[in-house]
């Protein structure tokens, strides 16, 4: 597609429910992010995949978090048994790079995000 | 380990003036990348312009420019004309040129611009 799509833009959870967002990347991007962002406050890295290889996963915050992108395209965080404190803007993005070189191919696009409130 | 500091959490600006935001950063690196990107309440996150640390003019895109200043580390973002549109959070970011997944936020400004 021309950009990144994320679905839900919103989903509400009752705590201890698991939940799944998708994240749709630009088509032929290699490089995919998920970020946590919460309230007033910048993007933090979760993890990253290089097409389907999951390379580093140093930011997600519990075992309850797991992401897969199974065929090098589209991406899904899941979190299970959610709590008060995973609500927050999940921001998905990717890049037409796999890693060093010109600027250009290191800038990332981002989805509009998915925001999650779990009560 | 880069770290990205905005130290204005709230900026606002009239119509048309001209404003500047701040950001400095904290590395060892001596080539890396800058972005300033825009976050509307639409939440998507645009990229406003980027600056390669190894080029020494500041860049520009339209009504956008830098103050790249390397010594200092610093790296601020000036919006010329302002419009009721650039209304959002600005958020300045670092990224390390050979660990892709190595880019880093700060904690953003929230600009208004006044009709």
């Known amino acids: 597609g021309a950009g990144v799509s994320q679905s839900p833009r919103y989903k509400v959870a009752k705590r201890g429910q698991d939940v799944a967002l998708r994240c749709d990347p630009i088509s032929g991007h290699v490089s995919l992010f998920w970020y946590q962002q919460a309230l007033g406050q910048g993007p933090e890295f979760l993890t990253y995949?290089?097409?389907?290889?999951?390379?580093?996963k140093s930011g997600l915050p519990s075992d309850r978090f797991f992401a897969e992108r199974p065929e090098g395209s589209v991406s899904t965080l899941k979190i299970q048994r959610t709590q008060q404190e995973d609500s927050a803007v999940y921001l998905c993005?990717?890049?037409?790079?796999?890693?060093?070189?010109?600027?250009?191919?290191?800038?990332?696009?981002f989805g509009a995000g998915s925001r999650l409130t779990v009560l | 380990a880069q770290t990205v500091t905005q130290s204005q959490p709230e900026m606002s600006v009239q119509e048309a003036e001209t404003v500047t935001l701040s950001c400095t950063y904290d590395?060892?690196?001596?080539?890396?990348?800058l972005f300033w990107y825009k976050q509307p309440p639409s939440r998507q996150m645009i990229l406003v312009i980027r600056q390669e640390a190894y080029k020494q003019q500041n860049a520009t895109e339209n009504r956008f420019s830098v103050n790249f200043q390397k010594a200092a580390k610093s790296f601020s973002l000036k919006i010329s004309d302002s419009q009721l549109g650039d209304t959002a959070m600005y958020f300045c970011?670092?990224?390390?040129?050979?660990?892709?997944?190595?880019?880093?936020f700060g904690a953003g400004t929230r600009l208004t611009v006044k009709p």
């Open positions: 995949f290089q097409n389907e290889a999951q390379l580093d």
């Open positions: 590395t060892s690196e001596n080539n890396y990348y």
């Open positions: 993005a990717s890049s037409l790079s796999s890693g060093s070189g010109k600027s250009r191919a290191n800038v990332l696009t």
């Open positions: 970011a670092f990224k390390a040129p050979y660990n892709n997944n190595d880019m880093r």
